[in-house]
């Protein structure tokens, strides 16, 4: 961690920068103010500076402690270990799980993974398939607001799903009469919501 204070600031010629970071981090004022000048202006300024002397120390050690938290979890050794693959499944809540599958299956397309359990969950629910990852569907209490949330779901968070011909999923949403905003980069991707406004985005990708 590099000092906090330099001589130039406490116009003195304590060497700081001789000392390792450690050291630095707990040099006491008592220590620097014996290298200052004594004038009365520079005891003055001494006397002053020493009187907020415990919170600069409090935020200091506040701060090498921030840096040495840093430092421990970029360094992880087991980091390596943990092998991510892929995204396994997105969590949708929904109000109503029929309305959620109308729109889920019958607009999109998507199939239901039957070999997912649903009796084994203390709610209604539905798996479905998204290549070869899914979407949990969960009929539970929604926290959050529906309204007031942003018009372009890029704006928000959301799930994005590739597919290989954003026009076509337009006609199908125009015939639905399901609302969606383009790609405000003008790469061709749709963003849309569910029944339960849960936002998604669908990008167009090469086969």
């Not at 600031?9 to 970071?21: A, D, M, Q, T, Y």
């Not at 050291?23 to 000048?37: A, C, D, K, M, R």
């Not at 009365?40 to 402690?65: D, T």
């Amino acid at each position: 961690m590099a000092a906090l204070f330099s001589s130039s600031i406490l116009g003195s010629s304590l060497p700081l920068s001789n000392l390792h970071s450690n050291e630095v981090n707990h040099v006491g004022f008592s220590t620097i103010f014996t290298s200052l000048p004594s004038s009365k202006s520079s005891q003055a300024n001494a006397r002053k500076f020493k009187s907020g002397s415990h919170s600069l120390v409090a935020k200091s050690e506040m701060c090498a402690q921030v840096d040495v938290s840093v430092k421990e979890s970029a360094t992880f050794d087991d980091i390596d270990g943990i092998g991510i693959v892929s995204i396994h499944h997105v969590g949708f809540l929904c109000e109503n799980l029929e309305r959620s599958l109308e729109f889920y299956q019958n607009v999109l397309g998507l199939e239901i993974n039957e070999a997912r359990p649903h009796d084994k969950l203390p709610y209604r629910g539905a798996w479905l398939w998204v290549g070869s990852e899914m979407i949990h569907l969960m009929e539970l209490p929604n926290p959050d607001p529906l309204t007031g949330r942003p018009e372009h779901g890029g704006r928000d968070r959301h799930a994005c799903i590739a597919i290989k011909d954003v026009s076509k999923l337009k006609k199908v949403l125009d015939k639905a009469g399901i609302a969606y905003t383009l790609s405000k980069s003008g790469r061709p991707a749709i963003f849309t919501r569910d029944p339960d406004a849960n936002a998604l985005e669908f990008t167009q990708v090469d086969s």
